[in-house]
């Protein structure tokens, strides 16, 4: 499992520690690269700003700007790119959050400790998809219109629902099913529209599931539609899904090593 283990920020020109977070995984690897952070620490004045080293299954990451480096432990298989995207992050909000001033003067270790720490906890940033194409914003335009026609004919639905409501009580509420249906299908474009921007996990697993959605309302309102509406509607999730599926993460990082 690719996962970010620790973090922490340190001075560049005596290696003071200024902050870092809990180390969560005790294993001896884990505790053998802490080592390396303190070694690296010590010699940062003399390697560039944006480095990586390699100790057995684990990655140590850092970038250094300002008087500053900001370092991380991971797992080896953790892309680059999103390592250096968390580095990034941090180094955007430790600037933001505390007056550049008082690292220098700082005199005792960890005086910002509460920073790494709750930096830590804010959501991991969203691996990098592939260049968008002309079919997959092709496929969003038309995922978008489809929602907007289920939309369009749920709110016309709820309308005939409020002028025969003492009807539709007689017939167990059929029509309402119906106005259900078309909502649905519009969640269903507007997720297959947001699995095509943003990478999630099991994201092809959410695109099947969501096409099948889609088949499945479009069927239950088989009495609403025509066959080329219900073929029109199909064809966009089945598109979409493709799309979704041909757009996966980009699998090459950045070339930094030490």
């Not at 480096?69 to 790119?81: A, D, F, I, K, Q």
């Not at 920073?115 to 914003?137: D, E, K, N």
């Not at 095509?196 to 088989?222: A, D, E, P, Q």
């Not at 064809?235 to 599926?245: E, K, P």
Request: glycine content about 6%; overall charge neutral; proline content about 3%.
């Amino acid at each position: 499992m690719s996962m970010i283990l620790s973090a922490s920020v340190v001075r560049v020109r005596d290696g003071l520690p200024l902050s870092a977070s809990t180390d969560y995984e005790q294993s001896v690897g884990v505790q053998e690269c802490r080592k390396y952070f303190k070694i690296l620490a010590k010699r940062l004045a003399q390697l560039p700003d944006r480095c990586t080293l390699q100790a057995g299954q684990y990655n140590i990451n850092f970038i250094s700007s300002l008087g500053v480096s900001y370092m991380m432990l991971c797992t080896e298989n953790y892309p680059g790119v999103l390592a250096f995207s968390f580095l990034d992050e941090l180094q955007k909000e430790f600037i933001t959050t505390y007056n550049m001033m008082k690292t220098n003067t700082a005199v005792r270790p960890y005086c910002f400790i509460e920073f790494v720490c709750s930096s830590l906890c804010l959501t991991a940033p969203h691996q990098r998809l592939q260049p968008v194409t002309l079919s997959g914003i092709v496929s969003f335009v038309l995922s978008l219109l489809c929602g907007a026609l289920n939309l369009i004919r749920g709110f016309h639905s709820v309308e005939s629902l409020l002028q025969i409501y003492a009807f539709i009580l007689q017939n167990d509420g059929e029509d309402f099913s119906y106005i259900i249906a078309f909502f649905l299908g519009t969640a269903a474009c507007l997720y297959q529209c947001y699995l095509f921007v943003y990478c999630t996990g099991w994201r092809n697993i959410k695109s099947f599931l969501t096409f099948g959605l889609i088949c499945l309302c479009s069927m239950y309102l088989y009495e609403l539609r025509n066959l080329w509406q219900i073929f029109f509607h199909v064809t966009v999730g089945a598109f979409s899904t493709l799309q979704i599926w041909l757009r996966q993460p980009q699998g090459k990082s950045p070339d930094y090593n030490v």
